[in-house]
């Protein structure tokens, strides 16, 4: 998708984007009230991503819950293209897919696109893409995922089980197809051409197990969407359903507010930084403050343009009292944006002590969430259960 003010695709995100025109562009569904209400209604409870509109678009979910609803549980799929360290918005779908995984007590598949990450890079080797993924997992295991409903692969290490339902699925997709939906050209390797293939395959293992139709749902930040759309066409096509999904949209960086990229060192905050780090790169953000204390006194700031904000907004306040009360004393110019800054590093500091603790601990956890190098999908739940 482009235009002139922002581009979402699964490579780059940039600009400020405008999540109504990226709802009709991608042709997702808005999760309105309705939605919210029924949701609730199923789930008990509402998370602030989806209040807040973090979670703002969906597909089928609406049958996925009528589903669920008749007895027809469903399983979770989302996933990681390893090409470098963690950042805070990386973990924003892996937060709501655990609290997703909590709630209604389902399985989760991850899974970790080595091969991907290893076609679209020019600089990573696979074996760096490989690494990568373990040191990744440890990042998803540390937000306490459900170590007997957890599987996280990588596609190189799982390719015995995955490959044979990828070649399925490729037959189903030409390359005008792929050049439609992801602007690949002639001179494209064909590493790239067929990749989507495999991110499609995990939607329908669970299926493959059971031997019976299992519904998927898929929690991803929209730029990924166009995978889905794909496969969401062909796996019918192949005797599965469609899979459900649910889209998330992004953090911002710190400096201005836009997608965080982990290629923009300083505007990124890495789930491995110090707190040293994390100070200087609050210190630096982009705020909606008044050029002088005296004008924000008088003026008040503006929010609405803060990343600091966005950040209490979408993951440091999401008690709902918490954030009212910071946004008034930012409107009415009670609070100078280095006071408030101080606020945002405390808080990131003690999420990351905590984090940074339990990514070490999964170093000894892993084995428990890995599967790999088994080309038998029976025996290898076996073995996980
Ligand atoms: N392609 C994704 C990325 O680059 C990784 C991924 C694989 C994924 N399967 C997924 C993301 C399912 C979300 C849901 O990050």
Redesign the pocket.
Known sequence: MKEKSFEIT??KVSGDIDYDRVIREFGVSRIDENLLKRFEKVSGELHPFLKRGIFFAHRDLDWLLSEYEKGNEFFL?????P?GKIHLG?LV?WIFTKWLQDKFDVELW????DD??FY?NEKLSLEETNRLAYENALDVIALGFNPKKTIIFTDTDLAGALYKYAAKIAKKITFSMIRASFGLKESSNIGQIFFTS??AV?AILKSEIEGRNVPCL????I??DP??RLARDVLPKLGYYKPA?IQSGFLPGLQKVEKMSASNESSAIFTTDSEEEVRAKVMKAFTGGRISVEEQRKYGGNPDICSVYQYYYMLFMLDDSELNNIRGKCLKGEIMCGECKEILINKINNFLKEHQRKREEARKEIDKYIISEDSDLKKLLAKKR
Do not use: C, L, N, V
């Open positions: 699964p490579w799929y989302t996933g990681r293209g090409s990386h779908p991850f899974q970790m696109t991907e990450k679209f495999m991110q995990p898929i929690p991803h930040a730029d990924q995978h889905f999904s």
